[in-house]
């Protein structure tokens, strides 16, 4: 392991200011700035270097999951084509969102943008089946919560090929479902992340939903039909329960335990009220404590289930290093939920 200065000043430009190579880094974060289809503000792009910036700025020893840095973290550069594929796709998705979907004029631009997601999406499949080809822990950091969709394929698509896995769960924090077939006629939207995940991928076999507070009616009735597969923790009965003097960590051990043993979390960072991130891209009020988030993960990895990899989306900094600052420290702390005390 590099010698590491905890307690003294940054010097390296590195997330969170460590020097491991990826030969060393037991956790390898992929940055995927691309928010191509955002349909309200975009801005997630610029989320993965806002928050390799930010993180100078964290002391290393974590109040909850103690030494994450130990385990060994390395964050990948941004493969070449990407800024590019993701200024190109946001062309593409302006006229077809002011429109509200595809139009005969934008059918052309529609099934670009349609395969420049998918290119999006074989990228961090191949990025992250590396990672775990290699034996190191995946994160994928956005960008959009449609990037996160090829991580999840490569992560559950290899808990079932190596380790004979038949049923994984997702853990999805988010202020919204992402349940629809397709948004403005985009299938690989922001918005159909989790449809596309269940209908992919057959080991999905329990998606929990945590924080949820602005949902579609078609897109309910669609997790309503999917029966146990589906279960949602809506964040207006989470604030009741604790209003009425539930503890915390009685509901998120009751969350956790809707959960299999082999888990992949889909962090966005809409799941927390619009005061820890209110430059996010489609912010709703109501939203979860950041302290109530983190003592989620820490029951996950309490529970000893097994974090096969992990996302954080939907960082959009800001005119100051606000969203940022709450990224990189949401980031570090899903980190040491797949690495304090997790195990196979």
């Known amino acids: 392991m590099p010698d590491i200065d905890t307690d003294g000043p940054v010097t390296l430009d590195t997330l969170f200011g460590l020097p491991y190579t990826r030969q060393e880094a037991g956790v390898i974060v992929t940055p995927v700035p691309f928010d191509g289809t955002a349909s309200y503000r975009p801005g997630s792009a610029k989320g993965p270097d806002a928050i390799r910036r930010a993180s100078a700025q964290l002391d290393l020893l974590d109040p909850i999951f103690g030494e994450v840095y130990k385990a060994g973290i390395h964050m990948e550069g ?3 084509w990407m800024p590019d594929v993701a200024k190109r796709a946001r062309e593409l998705a302006l006229p077809i969102i002011e429109a ?35 034996g190191k822990q995946p994160v994928v950091l956005g960008g959009e919560h449609s990037i996160a969709l090829g991580g999840m394929i490569a ?37 159909s992340v989790m449809r596309n995940a269940l209908e ?23 997790a309503e039909e999917m029966g146990d597969r589906v279960h949602t923790w809506h964040a207006h009965d989470l604030h009741e329960r604790l209003d009425e003097g539930e503890r915390f960590s009685a509901i998120a051990h009751e969350i956790v335990e809707a959960l299999p043993h082999h888990v ?9 009220d619009p ?19 983190v003592r989620l993960l820490k ?31 949401t980031l570090y702390a899903l980190i040491g939920c797949m690495t304090v005390g997790s195990r196979a």
Request: proline fraction near 4%; glycine fraction near 10%; hydrophobic fraction near 35%.
């Open 200 to 222: 992919r991928l057959p080991t999905l076999t329990s998606l929990v939903q945590v924080g949820i507070r602005d949902a579609g009616v078609i897109e309910t009735a669609y």
């Open 78 to 80: 941004t493969t070449d």
């Open 155 to 191: 992560c559950i698509e290899w808990a079932r090929d190596t380790l004979g896995v038949s049923e994984v769960g997702v853990l999805q924090l988010d202020a919204h479902r992402d349940l629809r077939d397709a948004y403005l006629g985009m299938t690989r939207s922001h918005a």
């Open 275 to 293: 005061s820890y991130c209110p430059n996010t891209g489609t912010p709703v009020p109501g939203g979860l404590s950041y302290t109530h988030a």
């Open 100 to 134: 509200g979907g595809p139009t005969n004029e934008t059918l052309d631009a529609h099934d670009e943008l349609e395969r420049l997601c998918a290119e999006v999406e074989g990228v961090v499949y191949h990025a992250v089946l590396r990672t775990l080809t290699e």
């Open 299 to 329: 029951a996950l990895s309490d529970s000893g289930k097994h974090v096969i990899g992990a996302d954080l989306v939907e960082v959009a900094p800001g005119e100051d290093e606000w969203d940022a600052n709450v990224g990189m420290r």
């Open 264 to 272: 992949y979390v889909s962090f966005d960072i809409d799941a927390l």
